[in-house]
């Protein structure tokens, strides 16, 4: 079984910057690409970027492309989410995910998700 925790929301002014980490437990982490999705209430849940197993490709949403940068860290089974230039429209509750067909951007192409966690972007 995988378990998958998220970290680092909060409340952050418009135009500031977050960094969300997804810890995994497992030792297999390392050979899963890894995607982040977002919820806003009343929403759909909505796919944000992915990453392959070994963080040489990666793939965003154009929603946050060029402010937001996956990144991971298989020796601390950790990815994480750089989030930049944040806007009021960024609050949701944010997601991680292993996905099981590389990168990608489908949620039903992810297997185990974290709990999620808070980010609130105030005006």
């Known amino acids: 079984q995988v378990q998958l925790v998220e970290s680092g929301g909060g409340l952050v002014q418009a135009g500031g910057s977050l960094r969300l980490s997804c810890t995994a437990s497992?030792?297999?982490?390392?050979?899963?690409?890894v995607g982040w999705f977002r919820q806003a209430p009343g929403k759909e849940r909505e796919f944000i970027a992915s990453i392959s197993s070994g963080g040489e490709g990666s793939y965003d949403a154009d929603s946050v492309k060029g402010r937001f940068t996956v990144s991971r860290d298989n020796a601390k089974n950790t990815v994480y989410l750089q989030m930049n230039s944040l806007k009021p429209e960024d609050t949701a509750v944010y997601y991680c995910?292993?996905?099981?067909?590389?990168?990608?951007?489908?949620?039903?192409?992810?297997?185990?998700w974290g709990q999620g966690t808070q980010v609130t972007v105030s005006s």
């Open positions: 995910a292993r996905s099981t067909f590389g990168i990608a951007a489908m949620k039903d192409q992810y297997d185990f």
């Open positions: 497992g030792r297999t982490f390392g050979s899963y690409a």
